[in-house]
């Protein structure tokens, strides 16, 4: 089982629609959670960091669940410049920090 | 605030040559990272250097990969041989942490894409 799962996709969905994916993560122990948008061609920029209360800004809305060990990420009335690789973060408690990325969800969203 | 900055920004190479990439974080930034990114994948952590030290490596090919960062600030990453499978786009990475919270945030440079042929 990889450590950092996602679904790669692509999500095809219509402008305007609600759209939610998750990303499964499998150390118990992982501290940080983040996602970031991916442009293509381009590189990483982050969307927004997970606080186990939840966290929504604007349109996006990423929440974790520690029990089921996942993190999602719901974008409402979704914009056609939505459309890119979304990749999830997880950082463990180990004292490296270590880093651990997911593939990415390809999201396009369709006029 | 002047971002990350990598070059070079393209490179073409043949097999069994040499390559070195460099990058210039964000002003400050304590952390430094250098990522493999094959098409179709998410970004592979080669090397996280906390200022001229290194943190993690456990991920990079160290028979052909080296990397280092000289005076805590530049870092150059270096194959020697290249192979085919190093074709890729690498992505350095800073961050300020030292520490978990918003620390953690990286920035990206552009990256460098190499296709060895």
């Known amino acids: 089982r990889k450590e950092v799962e996602q679904d790669p996709g692509p999500f095809n969905v219509p402008e305007g629609a609600t759209v939610a994916f998750n990303c499964t993560y499998s150390n118990s122990a992982s501290q940080s959670f983040f996602w970031y948008r991916q442009d293509c061609r381009k590189e990483p920029k982050l969307l927004m960091s997970v606080y186990s209360s939840g966290n929504e800004d604007g349109r996006f809305t990423a929440q974790l669940n520690r029990a089921s060990q996942y993190i999602s990420l719901l974008i409402r009335d979704s914009k056609l410049s939505d459309s890119a690789t979304y990749l999830c973060v997880v950082i463990g408690e180990d004292s490296n920090y270590q880093l651990i990325w997911g593939a990415g969800t390809k999201l396009i969203i369709k006029p | 605030e002047a971002g990350v900055a990598q070059s070079p920004r393209y490179k073409i190479i043949e097999k069994r040559q040499s390559v070195a990439f460099w990058c210039n974080p964000i002003s400050g930034h304590a952390t430094l990272y250098w990522y493999q990114q094959i098409l179709g994948q998410g970004p592979k952590l080669l090397i996280q250097?906390?200022?001229?030290?290194?943190?993690?490596d456990s991920q990079l090919p160290k028979d052909r990969f080296s990397a280092e960062r000289l005076k805590g600030v530049d870092s150059t990453l270096k194959i020697q041989p290249a192979k085919l499978e190093d074709s890729a786009v690498y992505l350095c990475?800073?961050?300020?942490?030292?520490?978990?919270?918003?620390?953690?945030?990286?920035?990206f440079g552009p990256g460098t894409r190499l296709t060895v042929l």
């Open positions: 250097f906390q200022n001229n030290g290194v943190v993690d």
């Open positions: 990475a800073s961050s300020l942490r030292s520490a978990g919270g918003d620390t953690d945030t990286q920035y």
